[in-house]
């Protein structure tokens, strides 16, 4: 394959991205939609965990983010807050491919995140209430202590915390790996533009994509 046609074919990563996780939602067992979420702390050590990414946003001409949503002061929440930075690895088993991110952070804490939060389980609405995500924690008995305590104090619609909400990451980079016999695999790295708007050249000039050996 010398070409971007088959699995990469078209000229918006993220519209790739969309169809990429629809197909696995119909193969992958279990959560589709997980990523491995790497940030770094103030001191340089790299931190990774999984997460479940909620949306690929696709806004045409070649703009897009990829949404996931936590507390904000999660180690991750802080980690993201000091550098402003992350980097993920999406992968399915099932199809044999991946896609890697990376890119800058910014927060959904808006009516975007209200919606979601409104979507969830109301035990989870409650446990994102009761949980002080990342910090050490007594016995499982506490933690569900303070989720009795918060239902009973928030009832039966509680409102979304200030301290959890959505990161939306703009990638500066996209990388859609696919597996081949004898590892030949396929690999096609999209990198944006600096300054990453669209120039007048049009989306070519968006994105630069560069087939890389395996």
Do not use: C
């Amino acid at each position: 394959m010398s070409a971007r046609d088959g699995l990469f074919a078209g000229e918006d990563p993220f519209v790739i991205a969309r169809s990429w996780l629809a197909e696995a939602e119909q193969s992958e067992p279990n959560d589709p939609n997980a990523i491995a979420l790497a940030t770094v702390d103030r001191d340089g050590m790299p931190d990774v965990r999984m997460v479940l990414l909620k949306d690929i946003e696709s806004y045409g001409d070649g703009q897009g983010a990829f949404v996931f949503y936590t507390n904000y002061e999660s180690a991750k929440g802080v980690q993201i807050a000091e550098t402003g930075n992350a980097a993920f690895v999406m992968h399915w088993k099932s199809l044999r491919r991946q896609i890697r991110v990376r890119g800058t952070v910014t927060r959904e804490d808006g009516a975007q995140a209200d919606e979601y939060y409104r979507s969830r389980a109301l035990q989870s609405r409650i446990g994102a209430w009761a949980s002080q995500q990342s910090r050490p924690l007594s016995s499982r008995r506490a933690l569900m202590m303070a989720v009795a305590r918060e239902g009973a104090r928030l009832g039966a619609d509680p409102p979304r915390p200030a301290f959890w909400g959505g990161f939306r990451i703009n990638p500066q980079q996209i990388e859609f790996w696919a597996d081949g016999a004898f590892r030949l695999h396929d690999r096609f790295r999209w990198t944006k533009a600096a300054g990453g708007e669209m120039p007048r050249q049009g989306l070519q000039q968006l994105w630069q994509v560069q087939r890389l050996a395996p």
